[in-house]
């Protein structure tokens, strides 16, 4: 048993089950045993590839929008680029090589030690910062594949189902009470929520999407993961909680907590709300492949060698009816 497995053994047999949000929360980011906070190794080796690592086509295609909104802005000095969960600071090091002539301030918010050592490594010029002491952002505030990162909660309609510890001594699901605001989310996604029906909500990912609105004075807020919006979000049968490891799919999202990534989807539809309410400007909402698509992804392909991994990654990305398909972007702006 891993440290981290006894410790949450140890915290759900003195106080009750747990909900999977805090399950999830100290399986990612606890200091000492969280999957990101010890460093997750990412590319072709590593527990999983983003799409940044693999196509630095992207890092070229958000360049040129960057480029624009900066001349839009009236070519501000400096041109802010923060990036929320930087990961290995790929996507980061590839804007600040595409931008070199701007005159750019980069900060990297990372909230777990060991990601934020390799992305500064990769990024030695740029400040790092909590989020939390972001603000007054004047340019731009990236957030690419960091909203499914966020805790979520699991329901079994009407309830919500908590972790616990089975007869077997390893950790279960367990009835836990009334799902009641949890299932706002749900409800504001059009979603007629079906009793004994299993949904994965994270309300954490509209929070994010506000607290990086409110660091945001003037520019962008851009935000590239997998997901939609709508009622298909919940309901289409497909999973929506996922485990990653070693660049495959992992198992039980409830075992050897700390040792795999775990991930669920995004309500874009939330994200889209938040930041509205919070005064920003829904620029664009579309599919990344699309967007690919728009910044010359198909030309680019044409360039690379037949078989090279890079080709393979952006036909992937930009082909509206393949693994693109379940990313979008999404850019909201404050004038």
């Given at each position: 048993?891993?440290?981290?497995?006894?410790?949450?053994?140890?915290?759900?047999?003195?106080?009750?089950?747990?909900?999977?949000?805090?399950?999830?929360?100290?399986?990612?980011?606890?200091?000492?045993?969280?999957?990101?906070?010890?460093?997750?190794?990412?590319?072709?080796?590593?527990?999983?590839?983003?799409?940044?690592?693999?196509?630095?086509?992207?890092?070229?295609?958000?360049?040129?929008?960057?480029?624009?909104?900066?001349?839009?802005?009236?070519?501000?000095?400096?041109?802010?680029?923060?990036?929320?969960?930087?990961?290995?600071?790929?996507?980061?090091?590839?804007?600040?090589?595409?931008?070199?002539?701007?005159?750019?301030?980069?900060?990297?918010?990372?909230?777990?030690?060991?990601?934020?050592?390799?992305?500064?490594?990769?990024?030695?010029?740029?400040?790092?910062?909590?989020?939390?002491?972001?603000?007054?952002?004047?340019?731009?505030?990236?957030?690419?594949?960091?909203?499914?990162?966020?805790?979520?909660?699991?329901?079994?309609?009407?309830?919500?189902?908590?972790?616990?510890?089975?007869?077997?001594?390893?950790?279960?699901?367990t009835p836990g009470p009334p799902a009641d605001h949890l299932g706002d989310?749900?409800?504001?996604?059009?979603?007629?929520?079906?009793?004994?029906?299993?949904?994965?909500?994270?309300?954490?990912?509209?929070?994010?999407?506000?607290?990086?609105?409110?660091?945001?004075?003037?520019?962008?807020?851009?935000?590239?993961?997998?997901?939609?919006?709508?009622?298909?979000?919940?309901?289409?049968?497909?999973?929506?909680?996922?485990?990653?490891?070693?660049?495959?799919?992992?198992?039980?999202?409830?075992?050897?907590?700390?040792?795999?990534?775990?991930?669920?989807?995004?309500?874009?539809?939330?994200?889209?709300?938040?930041?509205?309410?919070?005064?920003?400007?829904?620029?664009?909402?579309?599919?990344?492949?699309?967007?690919?698509?728009?910044?010359?992804?198909?030309?680019?392909?044409?360039?690379?060698?037949?078989?090279?991994?890079?080709?393979?990654?952006?036909?992937?990305?930009?082909?509206?009816?393949?693994?693109?398909?379940?990313?979008?972007?999404?850019?909201?702006?404050?004038?």
């Amino acid at each position: 048993m891993n440290r981290l497995a006894a410790r949450l053994r140890e915290r759900i047999a003195a106080s009750g089950p747990i909900s999977f949000s805090a399950f999830m929360e100290s399986a990612l980011y606890d200091a000492e045993g969280g999957f990101y906070a010890r460093g997750a190794r990412l590319g072709a080796h590593g527990a999983f590839t983003t799409a940044p690592i693999a196509v630095p086509f992207l890092a070229r295609a958000l360049a040129a929008d960057l480029r624009a909104l900066w001349a839009r802005m009236g070519r501000p000095a400096p041109f802010t680029i923060a990036e929320i969960g930087p990961g290995d600071g790929s996507l980061s090091a590839g804007l600040a090589a595409e931008l070199a002539d701007l005159p750019l301030a980069l900060v990297l918010c990372e909230r777990a030690a060991g990601m934020l050592a390799q992305a500064q490594a990769r990024v030695p010029a740029a400040r790092a910062l909590a989020l939390a002491e972001l603000s007054g952002v004047s340019g731009a505030i990236i957030a690419n594949e960091v909203h499914d990162a966020c805790p979520a909660h699991r329901l079994r309609w009407p309830d919500e189902l908590l972790v616990g510890i089975g007869g077997d001594g390893r950790f279960c699901w367990t009835p836990g009470p009334p799902a009641d605001h949890l299932g706002d989310p749900l409800l504001a996604a059009g979603v007629r929520p079906v009793a004994g029906r299993e949904y994965d909500v994270s309300p954490a990912q509209a929070e994010l999407q506000r607290v990086m609105a409110r660091a945001l004075e003037r520019g962008a807020l851009v935000a590239l993961d997998y997901g939609e919006a709508g009622a298909g979000r919940y309901e289409r049968p497909v999973p929506r909680l996922r485990t990653y490891l070693g660049g495959m799919a992992g198992g039980d999202p409830l075992a050897a907590p700390g040792t795999q990534d775990i991930t669920v989807d995004v309500d874009f539809g939330a994200l889209r709300r938040a930041g509205e309410a919070e005064g920003l400007r829904t620029a664009l909402d579309s599919p990344q492949s699309e967007w690919l698509l728009a910044h010359g992804a198909a030309e680019e392909s044409a360039t690379l060698p037949r078989h090279a991994a890079e080709r393979l990654w952006l036909e992937a990305l930009s082909d509206p009816e393949g693994s693109g398909a379940a990313f979008r972007v999404l850019v909201q702006e404050r004038e």
